[in-house]
Protein backbone atom coordinates (compact mmCIF):
# COMPACT_ATOMS: atom_id res chain seq x y z
CA UNK A 1 0.00 0.00 0.00
CA UNK A 2 2.95 2.31 1.28
CA UNK A 3 4.48 1.66 -2.19
CA UNK A 4 1.85 2.04 -4.64
CA UNK A 5 1.36 5.74 -2.70
CA UNK A 6 4.87 6.09 -2.86
CA UNK A 7 5.04 5.48 -6.84
CA UNK A 8 1.87 7.22 -7.56
CA UNK A 9 3.00 10.56 -5.59
CA UNK A 10 6.21 10.48 -6.92
CA UNK A 11 4.45 10.84 -10.51
CA UNK A 12 7.52 8.98 -11.80
CA UNK A 13 5.62 7.89 -15.10
CA UNK A 14 7.89 9.24 -18.17
CA UNK A 15 9.05 5.48 -18.42
CA UNK A 16 8.34 2.55 -20.79
CA UNK A 17 5.18 0.94 -18.99
CA UNK A 18 7.37 -2.33 -18.50
CA UNK A 19 9.45 -0.38 -16.07
CA UNK A 20 6.56 0.73 -13.89
CA UNK A 21 4.72 -2.74 -14.26
CA UNK A 22 8.06 -4.05 -12.59
CA UNK A 23 7.17 -1.53 -9.43
CA UNK A 24 3.66 -2.50 -9.51
CA UNK A 25 4.75 -6.14 -9.19
CA UNK A 26 6.82 -5.46 -6.58
CA UNK A 27 4.78 -3.26 -4.69
CA UNK A 28 1.85 -6.07 -5.00
CA UNK A 29 4.06 -9.15 -4.53
CA UNK A 30 7.61 -8.34 -3.07
CA UNK A 31 9.42 -10.13 -6.31
CA UNK A 32 11.98 -7.12 -7.87
CA UNK A 33 12.57 -8.72 -11.43
CA UNK A 34 14.81 -7.09 -13.67
CA UNK A 35 13.16 -6.13 -17.61
CA UNK A 36 16.25 -8.25 -19.70
CA UNK A 37 15.36 -11.67 -17.71
CA UNK A 38 11.68 -11.24 -17.92
CA UNK A 39 9.25 -12.43 -21.23
CA UNK A 40 5.73 -11.22 -19.90
CA UNK A 41 2.74 -12.76 -21.92
CA UNK A 42 -0.36 -10.91 -22.49
CA UNK A 43 -1.78 -9.57 -19.20
CA UNK A 44 -5.52 -9.72 -18.25
CA UNK A 45 -8.10 -8.13 -16.07
CA UNK A 46 -8.37 -10.14 -12.95
CA UNK A 47 -10.22 -8.58 -9.71
CA UNK A 48 -11.70 -10.73 -7.10
CA UNK A 49 -12.05 -7.89 -4.84
CA UNK A 50 -12.62 -4.63 -7.25
CA UNK A 51 -13.61 -2.88 -3.65
CA UNK A 52 -10.31 -2.96 -2.00
CA UNK A 53 -7.58 -0.13 -3.41
CA UNK A 54 -4.05 -1.38 -4.55
CA UNK A 55 -5.34 -4.83 -4.23
CA UNK A 56 -4.51 -7.24 -7.19
CA UNK A 57 -6.52 -6.52 -10.73
CA UNK A 58 -4.46 -7.67 -13.29
CA UNK A 59 -2.71 -11.50 -14.47
CA UNK A 60 0.61 -11.42 -16.44
CA UNK A 61 2.09 -14.44 -17.18
CA UNK A 62 5.79 -14.40 -17.23
CA UNK A 63 8.95 -16.80 -17.80
CA UNK A 64 11.87 -15.63 -15.75
CA UNK A 65 15.40 -16.26 -17.28
CA UNK A 66 17.20 -18.71 -14.57
CA UNK A 67 20.07 -17.63 -15.18
CA UNK A 68 18.60 -13.98 -12.53
CA UNK A 69 16.64 -16.55 -10.80
CA UNK A 70 16.63 -19.91 -10.32
CA UNK A 71 14.00 -20.40 -7.83
CA UNK A 72 11.20 -19.89 -10.23
CA UNK A 73 11.57 -21.58 -13.80
CA UNK A 74 9.22 -22.72 -16.53
CA UNK A 75 6.10 -21.04 -16.63
CA UNK A 76 5.00 -18.21 -14.09
CA UNK A 77 2.82 -14.94 -13.50
CA UNK A 78 2.41 -12.36 -11.52
CA UNK A 79 -0.97 -11.53 -9.98
CA UNK A 80 -0.39 -7.45 -9.26
CA UNK A 81 -1.83 -3.79 -9.17
CA UNK A 82 -2.17 -2.12 -12.68
CA UNK A 83 -2.47 1.67 -12.28
CA UNK A 84 -5.72 3.49 -13.73
CA UNK A 85 -4.67 6.50 -16.02
CA UNK A 86 -6.20 8.60 -13.65
CA UNK A 87 -3.67 8.91 -11.33
CA UNK A 88 -1.46 10.58 -14.08
CA UNK A 89 -2.07 13.94 -12.07
CA UNK A 90 -2.17 17.21 -14.73
CA UNK A 91 -3.29 20.85 -13.24
CA UNK A 92 -4.44 21.17 -17.03
CA UNK A 93 -7.16 19.28 -18.32
CA UNK A 94 -5.44 17.29 -21.40
CA UNK A 95 -6.00 18.65 -24.75
CA UNK A 96 -5.68 17.21 -28.22
CA UNK A 97 -4.96 18.87 -31.43
CA UNK A 98 -5.53 15.74 -34.00
CA UNK A 99 -3.59 16.80 -37.71
CA UNK A 100 -7.55 15.67 -38.95
CA UNK A 101 -10.59 13.94 -38.06
CA UNK A 102 -11.13 10.87 -37.27
CA UNK A 103 -8.31 10.10 -35.35
CA UNK A 104 -6.76 7.21 -33.42
CA UNK A 105 -4.78 7.66 -30.04
CA UNK A 106 -1.61 6.36 -32.19
CA UNK A 107 -1.80 9.91 -34.56
CA UNK A 108 -1.64 11.91 -31.41
CA UNK A 109 0.85 10.05 -29.08
CA UNK A 110 3.61 12.58 -28.94
CA UNK A 111 0.89 15.38 -27.75
CA UNK A 112 -0.41 12.50 -25.20
CA UNK A 113 2.83 12.13 -23.50
CA UNK A 114 4.30 15.48 -23.91
CA UNK A 115 1.31 16.44 -21.22
CA UNK A 116 1.19 13.36 -19.33
CA UNK A 117 5.12 13.25 -19.12
CA UNK A 118 4.76 9.37 -19.91
CA UNK A 119 6.26 7.01 -22.60
CA UNK A 120 2.85 5.53 -23.68
CA UNK A 121 2.96 3.50 -26.80
CA UNK A 122 0.42 2.01 -28.80
CA UNK A 123 -0.24 -1.08 -26.99
CA UNK A 124 -1.08 1.15 -23.64
CA UNK A 125 -4.26 3.10 -24.88
CA UNK A 126 -7.05 1.01 -26.72
CA UNK A 127 -7.30 1.83 -30.70
CA UNK A 128 -10.62 3.38 -31.35
CA UNK A 129 -11.33 6.27 -33.47
CA UNK A 130 -12.63 9.46 -32.21
CA UNK A 131 -14.28 11.29 -35.18
CA UNK A 132 -15.22 15.04 -33.77
CA UNK A 133 -14.28 17.69 -31.39
CA UNK A 134 -15.59 17.24 -27.84
CA UNK A 135 -14.63 15.67 -24.22
CA UNK A 136 -13.98 11.81 -24.57
CA UNK A 137 -11.91 9.26 -22.74
CA UNK A 138 -8.49 7.61 -23.49
CA UNK A 139 -9.06 4.14 -22.53
CA UNK A 140 -5.88 1.97 -21.37
CA UNK A 141 -5.51 -0.66 -23.91
CA UNK A 142 -6.68 -4.55 -22.53
CA UNK A 143 -3.02 -5.64 -22.62
CA UNK A 144 -0.96 -2.62 -21.59
CA UNK A 145 1.32 -3.97 -18.81
CA UNK A 146 1.32 -1.06 -16.17
CA UNK A 147 -2.53 0.86 -17.16
CA UNK A 148 -6.15 0.59 -16.93
CA UNK A 149 -8.94 2.42 -16.48
CA UNK A 150 -9.63 5.92 -18.57
CA UNK A 151 -8.50 9.63 -18.39
CA UNK A 152 -10.53 12.41 -19.49
CA UNK A 153 -9.62 14.28 -22.52
CA UNK A 154 -10.84 17.65 -24.70
CA UNK A 155 -9.90 16.75 -28.72
CA UNK A 156 -9.96 20.15 -29.98
CA UNK A 157 -10.16 21.79 -33.96
CA UNK A 158 -7.73 19.82 -35.85
CA UNK A 159 -4.08 21.94 -35.89
CA UNK A 160 -0.97 22.43 -34.39
CA UNK A 161 -1.53 22.19 -30.38
CA UNK A 162 -1.20 25.42 -28.45
CA UNK A 163 1.99 24.39 -26.52
CA UNK A 164 3.21 27.65 -24.25
CA UNK A 165 5.96 27.45 -25.67
CA UNK A 166 5.64 26.87 -29.58
CA UNK A 167 9.01 26.47 -30.70
CA UNK A 168 10.78 23.67 -29.02
CA UNK A 169 13.87 23.89 -30.45
CA UNK A 170 15.46 26.55 -28.57
CA UNK A 171 18.90 28.42 -30.09
CA UNK A 172 20.69 28.37 -26.95
CA UNK A 173 23.05 28.80 -25.02
CA UNK A 174 25.79 29.62 -27.29
CA UNK A 175 29.96 30.26 -26.46
CA UNK A 176 30.57 34.35 -25.84
CA UNK A 177 33.91 35.36 -26.71
CA UNK A 178 35.61 38.09 -24.93
CA UNK A 179 35.62 41.70 -26.80
CA UNK B 1 39.12 45.70 -17.82
CA UNK B 2 35.79 45.21 -16.54
CA UNK B 3 34.64 41.92 -16.13
CA UNK B 4 32.04 41.34 -19.21
CA UNK B 5 29.12 38.93 -17.94
CA UNK B 6 27.63 37.27 -20.80
CA UNK B 7 26.53 34.76 -18.58
CA UNK B 8 25.62 36.54 -15.62
CA UNK B 9 22.10 35.73 -14.13
CA UNK B 10 21.25 32.13 -11.72
CA UNK B 11 21.11 29.38 -14.43
CA UNK B 12 17.32 29.12 -13.71
CA UNK B 13 16.84 33.00 -14.81
CA UNK B 14 19.22 32.00 -17.63
CA UNK B 15 16.75 29.01 -18.58
CA UNK B 16 13.76 30.80 -18.31
CA UNK B 17 15.04 33.98 -20.05
CA UNK B 18 16.04 31.56 -23.06
CA UNK B 19 12.55 29.79 -23.21
CA UNK B 20 10.76 33.23 -23.33
CA UNK B 21 13.15 34.72 -25.66
CA UNK B 22 12.95 32.51 -28.64
CA UNK B 23 9.24 31.90 -28.18
CA UNK B 24 8.63 35.89 -27.94
CA UNK B 25 7.00 35.23 -24.71
CA UNK B 26 6.95 36.80 -21.04
CA UNK B 27 5.84 33.82 -19.18
CA UNK B 28 6.72 33.73 -15.39
CA UNK B 29 8.69 30.22 -13.57
CA UNK B 30 6.01 29.17 -10.91
CA UNK B 31 3.43 31.41 -12.55
CA UNK B 32 2.99 30.56 -16.00
CA UNK B 33 4.51 27.35 -15.70
CA UNK B 34 6.35 24.79 -13.53
CA UNK B 35 9.86 22.62 -14.97
CA UNK B 36 9.13 19.09 -14.21
CA UNK B 37 12.18 17.44 -15.11
CA UNK B 38 15.90 18.77 -17.19
CA UNK B 39 17.55 15.64 -18.53
CA UNK B 40 20.87 14.90 -20.64
CA UNK B 41 20.02 14.09 -24.37
CA UNK B 42 17.89 15.52 -26.82
CA UNK B 43 16.77 14.34 -30.12
CA UNK B 44 17.02 17.31 -32.29
CA UNK B 45 20.78 18.50 -33.52
CA UNK B 46 22.33 21.25 -31.81
CA UNK B 47 20.91 20.21 -28.84
CA UNK B 48 21.71 18.06 -25.69
CA UNK B 49 19.32 18.73 -22.99
CA UNK B 50 15.29 18.21 -22.60
CA UNK B 51 13.76 20.49 -20.41
CA UNK B 52 9.42 19.34 -19.44
CA UNK B 53 7.29 21.61 -18.58
CA UNK B 54 3.90 21.90 -17.19
CA UNK B 55 1.55 25.16 -18.42
CA UNK B 56 -0.29 26.80 -16.16
CA UNK B 57 -2.34 28.87 -18.42
CA UNK B 58 -5.70 28.16 -19.87
CA UNK B 59 -5.55 27.34 -23.28
CA UNK B 60 -1.89 26.30 -23.21
CA UNK B 61 -0.61 22.72 -22.83
CA UNK B 62 2.40 21.36 -21.34
CA UNK B 63 5.31 20.22 -23.40
CA UNK B 64 9.02 19.85 -23.86
CA UNK B 65 11.57 22.50 -25.29
CA UNK B 66 15.38 21.53 -26.23
CA UNK B 67 18.37 23.63 -25.71
CA UNK B 68 22.31 23.37 -25.05
CA UNK B 69 24.18 23.41 -21.99
CA UNK B 70 27.61 24.07 -22.74
CA UNK B 71 30.50 22.98 -20.49
CA UNK B 72 31.63 25.68 -18.15
CA UNK B 73 35.22 25.28 -19.84
CA UNK B 74 33.80 27.77 -22.49
CA UNK B 75 35.51 29.88 -19.77
CA UNK B 76 38.89 29.42 -20.95
CA UNK B 77 38.44 31.34 -24.22
CA UNK B 78 37.68 34.84 -21.85
CA UNK B 79 40.61 36.45 -21.34
CA UNK B 80 38.62 39.10 -19.13
CA UNK B 81 38.16 36.84 -16.20
CA UNK B 82 39.31 38.15 -12.79
CA UNK B 83 41.41 35.94 -10.39
CA UNK B 84 39.68 34.44 -7.44
CA UNK B 85 40.53 35.72 -3.74
CA UNK B 86 41.71 32.57 -1.57
CA UNK B 87 43.32 34.23 1.59
CA UNK B 88 42.19 31.75 4.00
CA UNK B 89 42.21 27.91 4.57
CA UNK B 90 40.68 25.20 5.04
CA UNK B 91 38.20 26.06 3.02
CA UNK B 92 35.45 24.58 -0.04
CA UNK B 93 34.68 25.45 -3.34
CA UNK B 94 31.43 26.16 -2.05
CA UNK B 95 32.73 28.68 1.01
CA UNK B 96 34.43 30.30 -2.16
CA UNK B 97 31.89 30.49 -4.16
CA UNK B 98 30.39 34.33 -3.70
CA UNK B 99 33.79 35.17 -4.89
CA UNK B 100 34.45 32.33 -7.52
CA UNK B 101 30.96 34.38 -8.74
CA UNK B 102 32.37 37.92 -8.96
CA UNK B 103 35.78 36.88 -10.55
CA UNK B 104 34.23 34.41 -13.23
CA UNK B 105 31.01 36.72 -13.59
CA UNK B 106 28.63 33.93 -12.74
CA UNK B 107 26.18 33.52 -10.80
CA UNK B 108 26.47 29.67 -9.66
CA UNK B 109 24.13 28.51 -6.69
CA UNK B 110 25.62 25.86 -4.49
CA UNK B 111 23.78 23.08 -6.01
CA UNK B 112 24.50 23.26 -9.38
CA UNK B 113 28.27 22.92 -8.73
CA UNK B 114 30.02 20.08 -6.70
CA UNK B 115 31.72 20.97 -3.46
CA UNK B 116 35.76 20.16 -1.95
CA UNK B 117 37.67 20.64 0.74
CA UNK B 118 40.62 22.75 -0.09
CA UNK B 119 43.33 22.64 2.89
CA UNK B 120 46.25 23.45 0.43
CA UNK B 121 47.42 26.29 -1.10
CA UNK B 122 47.45 26.29 -5.37
CA UNK B 123 47.46 28.71 -8.20
CA UNK B 124 44.24 27.13 -9.70
CA UNK B 125 41.33 25.25 -8.16
CA UNK B 126 38.93 23.04 -10.53
CA UNK B 127 35.27 24.23 -10.66
CA UNK B 128 33.06 21.20 -11.56
CA UNK B 129 29.45 21.53 -12.42
CA UNK B 130 26.56 19.02 -10.68
CA UNK B 131 24.06 16.92 -12.23
CA UNK B 132 21.70 19.80 -11.04
CA UNK B 133 22.66 22.61 -12.93
CA UNK B 134 20.20 23.75 -15.49
CA UNK B 135 22.21 25.70 -17.89
CA UNK B 136 25.75 24.57 -17.24
CA UNK B 137 26.40 20.82 -18.73
CA UNK B 138 26.77 18.46 -15.48
CA UNK B 139 30.26 17.09 -14.98
CA UNK B 140 32.45 19.98 -17.24
CA UNK B 141 34.94 21.72 -14.91
CA UNK B 142 36.96 24.69 -15.35
CA UNK B 143 40.18 25.45 -13.39
CA UNK B 144 40.36 28.85 -12.31
CA UNK B 145 43.12 31.05 -10.88
CA UNK B 146 43.19 32.25 -7.76
CA UNK B 147 45.23 34.73 -6.19
CA UNK B 148 47.95 32.71 -4.69
CA UNK B 149 49.69 33.70 -8.17
CA UNK B 150 52.50 35.47 -6.39
CA UNK B 151 53.72 33.28 -3.84
CA UNK B 152 56.89 31.57 -3.03
CA UNK B 153 57.15 27.42 -3.64
CA UNK B 154 59.61 25.27 -2.26
CA UNK B 155 62.02 22.32 -4.59
CA UNK B 156 58.58 20.53 -5.24
CA UNK B 157 56.56 23.01 -6.11
CA UNK B 158 54.53 23.51 -3.12
CA UNK B 159 53.42 26.82 -1.95
CA UNK B 160 55.24 27.52 1.45
CA UNK B 161 52.58 28.60 4.09
CA UNK B 162 53.53 30.52 6.95
CA UNK B 163 52.50 29.53 10.95
CA UNK B 164 49.37 30.58 10.04
CA UNK B 165 48.78 28.14 7.08
CA UNK B 166 48.43 31.95 4.56
CA UNK B 167 50.87 31.92 1.63
CA UNK B 168 54.05 33.55 1.88
CA UNK B 169 54.13 35.86 -0.94
CA UNK B 170 57.08 37.65 -2.98
CA UNK B 171 57.91 40.64 -1.85
CA UNK B 172 57.76 43.40 -4.49
Known sequence: MQLFRLLVESQNFDRPSVEIALDLIFASTGYRGEKQYIKFGLPEHCDPRPDIDYDPNTFVPAVINTQFDMRVFGSNGFLYHRLSLDTIALSQPLRIWPNQYPFRPVDVLTQINEQLFTQLDETDLLDIEYTEPGTFKLFAGKHSLAWRGEKEFMAMEAGAPQYLFPVQKLTGFTEVAST | ?172
Not at chain 2, 81 to 88: A, C, E, G, T, Y
Request: zero cysteines.
Open chain 2, 1 to 172: MPIQKPYAGTSIQRVVALMNTVNQSAYELNTDFDIIKITAGAPLAGTNTTLQYESKVEGRVSGVVYYNRLPISVLQSRTDLDQVDVSSFPTSIHELLPKINLALGLDLTTDEVNDAIITDARMTYRLTISQNSPAWLPGSYYDFQTTLQNVILDESGNVLLTEAGLPIELES
